[in-house]
């Protein structure tokens, strides 16, 4: 069974930056489109950034311009680089695939607080 696991959030302040990671078994990350997605209190799950098996990258208008998409092949690992972070990126973020597995992992919370 694929299974994610999420890492590298914590509390920040707005204009910091953090960098999640997220580790895959059961799947090679290079081999499907993957995508972080996150959920804020009250509202939906989003998907934020997309990277392609092509490593073409797309983002919500939201977080484009501050949040990078990557992965390393060799550790099959797939990262989110946020840099000037807003209030408004509080949430708990996931990865997954671009069309996600029914199967995700606990995320890590993000918040962005004075």
């Known amino acids: 069974q694929v299974q994610f696991v999420e890492s590298g959030g914590g509390l920040v302040q707005p204009g910091g930056s953090l960098r999640l990671s997220c580790a895959a078994s059961?799947?090679?990350?290079?081999?499907?489109?993957m995508g972080w997605y996150r959920q804020a209190p009250g509202k939906q799950r989003e998907l934020v950034a997309v990277?392609?098996?092509?490593?073409?990258?797309n983002y919500a208008d939201s977080v484009k311009g501050r949040f990078t998409i990557s992965r390393d092949n060799a550790k099959n690992t797939m990262y989110l680089q946020m840099n000037s972070l807003k209030f408004e990126d509080t949430a708990v973020y996931y990865c997954?695939?671009?069309?996600?597995?029914?199967?995700w992992g606990q995320g890590t919370q993000v918040t962005v607080s004075s």
């Open positions: 997954n695939g671009d069309r996600p597995w029914d199967s």
């Open positions: 990277i392609t098996t092509g490593d073409y990258t």
């Open positions: 059961e799947i090679i990350i290079s081999a499907h489109g």
